[in-house]
């Protein structure tokens, strides 16, 4: 599994977000005409660090995390959920071993209707930082 699975399982394993959004967590992009509320997570950037020898054995990309619901107070409750289950998390998701994640931003947004019925879309975005482990090879 990739850190991004990983990272998805660990979100999806939560009893708190579970409530609010069941399985509607998904990688990437959300899928047409989804229920809300709903996550997404991606990969934004990020970098494998290195020495003079090769792999430092670590990378730390930044991930985002969306969460979408018809409701400012539920994305604002999602949200809340979302960054409670990950600031400061440390262990092992799958085969993946997290040194740390760190929020380090957030934004909110409102997607407007593409129709003009007035329902809308609360949008809120965690930017989190990842360090985790990796087996890199070295350079020669």
């Known amino acids: 599994m990739s850190m991004e699975e ?10 708190a977000i579970a409530d609010l959004v069941a399985t509607r ?21 990020g970098g494998h660090e290195h020495m003079l020898a090769g792999s430092a054995g670590w990378s730390r990309p930044v991930m985002h995390v969306m969460c979408f619901a018809p409701k400012a107070t539920t994305a604002n409750q999602l949200r809340d959920k979302a960054r409670e289950a990950l600031q400061g998390f ?12 760190i929020l380090d931003d957030e934004d909110h ?19 989190f930082n990842v360090m985790h482990s990796e087996r890199i090879p070295t350079f020669s």
Do not use: C, H, K, W
């Open 6 to 15: 990983d990272f998805l399982m660990l979100i999806r394993r939560q009893p």
């Open 25 to 45: 967590i998904s990688q990437d992009v959300r899928p047409q005409d989804t229920d809300e509320p709903a996550i997404v997570i991606s990969r934004l950037s």
């Open 90 to 101: 440390s262990g092992v998701v799958g085969n993946t071993n997290f040194g740390g994640i």
């Open 109 to 127: 947004d409102y997607l407007e209707p593409l129709d003009a019925n007035d329902r809308g879309t609360y949008a809120r975005l965690l930017v």
